[in-house]
Nanobody, 116 residues
């Protein structure tokens, strides 16, 4: 069973940057498109970025476009989310999963808190 482990979150001031990583226990990234999702308290989980299995195509939610960059390393079975110019409204737990439909059991996520 494939497992996903997210890391890289933390507390950062507005305008700061973080790089999230999502490591998979199996070689799924060469088959599936992957996405980064986030869930803020009291809100539904939403997709913020996605990348095709080949890495040639990406998608970004309007709220993060121009600030976040998704990438993948097939050799390391890892997907990354570079987050720049962070805003307080980016505060959430961040998760990775397949896209467009999450098909793997959710990992524990990594908490991102943007606050001064």
């Amino acid at each position: 069973q494939v497992q996903l482990v997210e890391s890289g979150g933390g507390l950062v001031q507005p305008g700061g940057s973080l790089r999230l990583s999502c490591a998979a226990s199996g070689s799924i990234f060469s088959i599936y498109a992957m996405g980064w999702y986030r869930q803020a308290p009291g809100k539904q989980r939403e997709l913020v970025a996605a990348i095709s299995w080949s890495g040639s195509s990406t998608y970004y939610a309007d709220s993060v476009k121009g600030r976040f960059t998704i990438s993948r390393d097939g050799a390391k079975n890892t997907v990354y989310l570079q987050m720049n110019s962070l805003k307080p409204e980016d505060t959430a737990a961040y998760y990775c999963n397949t896209e467009p439909i999450p098909t793997i059991s959710w990992g524990q996520g990594t908490q991102v808190t943007v606050s001064s």
